[in-house]
């Protein structure tokens, strides 16, 4: 099938390369010209494991996916994604501005076009937005009625990063909110083949399971760190703790790692549009409250060891491994990582940063104010303390940390072991 992706973030580009290498063709719509330009040479605007790779087969060997900046192009598919990112310009959550604006040219541009075409909701929108404002938008701009020559369906994505296409192509659930039977029937077309159970439902219940789905995750993490900070209080391994509560089907293992908390462009901001939602509506949500709350507070337990260790920061140097909000991304939106290299720096410390990918997105944000490492041995060389805040794989030996005093966020060293190698070592609730 023939298929327009608008937008070619994260999103809308793993969206694109997973579709194309299931045999449509793609062509992806991005008002940054650079970034037209690096996908039609074949290289990825963002680190993403396994993506350039598939990403250079699809542009190269089998050339059905190309990107461009023109918003005609949607003329000759069948189907639109819009894909762009939910945040204004100004970071504002929720104002889904860039989504309405890329619902207005899609709809003038389809005001060009004969014959059923079909826009499909791929971003994150609070439930209601595409049903109240998309399809009137789209309606509006191409003159066209949503029902009879314009489809309109909602697909949310549940991709994590760092392992999205694999996410993308080993999907657990496809869920298709339709406005109509015939565009649920599109959308479901487009996944033949796939494995998954596929889930048919109107659009805004279709938003809210995305919303709910991340909501969710986020509760449990905060929900298990603040058990690890009461079980290192008392004595107790959290990590134990969460394996034999993993051990009930009715809990599950997954998402009970317990750290400095949860970040990224998804779960915090997702949370807050949903707490905004609450308010919006009249209600209150007091756990999903406490949740951001709570993940708020996390990082802060790193400094109240790093201080108990170390007295006053001033002068002394600390060495921070990893900046991105999770390893294997170079992404580093939201993570817990940048509010405590900052609280860091305001106390006067000196800081070494390292990272295995997300080094030019933190010179972005902190440039001459901390020194930045070249690799794992040159960075805690001299230090007075580590902090690892991402659990890289290659932090995870022991062995580079004799000698050192280790504050681990993620759980990232073997504990028993690390003690017996490192000068001290401690975790955030463990
Ligand atoms: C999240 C969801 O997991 C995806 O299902 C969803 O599609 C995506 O948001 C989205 O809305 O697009 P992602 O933001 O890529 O995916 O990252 P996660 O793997 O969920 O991790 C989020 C944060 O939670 C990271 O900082 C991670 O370190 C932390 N985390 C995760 C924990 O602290 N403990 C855990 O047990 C798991």
Known sequence: MDISVVGAGYVGLVTAVGLASIGHNLVCIDIDEDRVDLINRAESPFYEKGLDEALRTCVREKANLRASWDYDEIINTKVTYICVNTCSDSGENADFSHVRQSARRIG?????????HIVVMKSSVVPGTTEEIIAPLLE????????KDLGVAVNPEFLQEGKA???FLNSDRIVVGEYDRRSGSFVEEIYNGFRAPVLRTGMRTAEMIKFASNAFLATRISFINEIGNLCKKLGIDVYEVADGMGLDPRIGRAFLNAGIGFGGSCLPKDLEALLK???KMGEKSAVLSAVAQANKSQPEKIMEIVGRRL??????????????FKPDTDDIRNA?????VRQLLHEGARVRVYDPKAMQKAREIFSEDIQYGDGVADTIEDCDCVLILTEWDEFKDENLYSGKIVIDGRRALHPEKA???CQSYEGVCW
Not at 108 to 116: F, R, V
Not at 311 to 324: E, N, P, T
Not at 336 to 340: F, M, N, S, V, Y
């Open 311 to 324: 007295g006053k920061l001033s002068d002394k140097k600390i060495a921070v491994l990893g900046m991105a």
């Open 165 to 167: 296409l694999h996410c």
């Open 277 to 279: 939602q609450y308010e």
């Open 336 to 340: 817990p990582a940048i509010e405590t």
């Open 419 to 421: 003690r017996r190698i």
């Open 140 to 147: 509006q701009y191409s003159g066209k009625r949503v029902g």
């Open 108 to 116: 003038e541009t389809l005001a060009g076009k004969e014959g059923y």
